[in-house]
C-alpha cells in the first residue's frame, strides 16, 4: 500500500490507488509567503499544431515533468505511467482522495493547503488520464488548471494582505 510522504504536515505525494493504476505524480508542496503563496511559475507550451506531432509520452513529460533525485549515488528518475485509466482506477482515485482528506484532517472550507495540495494531485492524475486518450484535450486541462492555480494565488495574496491590513487599523 503506498504511502503518503509528508513535509511540514503536508502530503507531497499522491502515489497510485493501485497496483495496475499510473501514479498520480507530483512534486514537493511548493514553499513560499503567508498561507502557502507562491510565485507563478508557468511552463510555456509551444502551440498546438506543434504538440500534435509528438507522442503522448513527450506530452504527458512537458506537462507532468518526471521526477528526479539521487539515492546512495545513483540517479533515479520518476515518470507519468502512459497506461490509460480503467473506470475501477478512477473509482479507486475518488476513494483515495476522499481518505486521504479524512486521514491529513483537512478543512472542508476555507484555505487550506492540504486540501488543495490533494486535490492538486488528483487533477493532475485525472489530466493524465485524459491526455492519454486525447492529447489536445489534456493540454486545455493543463491550461485550465494552471489559470486556476493562479487565481488561488491571487485570492490567498488578497487575504493576507487584508489580514495584515486589519490588523494595522485595529492597533491604531
Known sequence: ???????DGIPTDMSDVSS??????????PQGGPLGTSPSTKLVLPPLHELRKKETEEILNLIL???????????????VSTTPATSV????LQEQLDLRLQ????????????????????????IRQVTI??????????????????????????????CAYGVRKALM
Not at 482506477?89 to 479507486?92: I, K, P, S, T
Not at 491529513?104 to 490533494?118: D, N, S
Not at 492529447?135 to 494582505?161: F, K, M, P
Open 133 to 162: 486518450n486525447c492529447a489536445e484535450r489534456g493540454l486545455l486541462l493543463y491550461r485550465v488548471r494552471d489559470e486556476i492555480r493562479e487565481t488561488l494565488d491571487a485570492y490567498q495574496r488578497l487575504y493576507t494582505s487584508a
Open 89 to 92: 482506477d478512477v473509482q479507486q
Open 20 to 29: 495496475t493504476s499510473a501514479p498520480g505524480l507530483s512534486g514537493p508542496v
Open 1 to 7: 500500500v503506498p504511502t503518503l510522504s509528508m513535509k
Open 65 to 79: 515533468p518526471p521526477e528526479q533525485w539521487e539515492e546512495q549515488g545513483q540517479l533515479w528518475v520518476q515518470s
Open 103 to 126: 486521514d491529513h484532517q483537512a478543512f472542508e472550507t476555507g484555505i487550506c493547503p492540504v486540501r488543495r495540495e490533494l486535490y492538486t494531485q488528483c487533477f493532475d492524475e485525472l
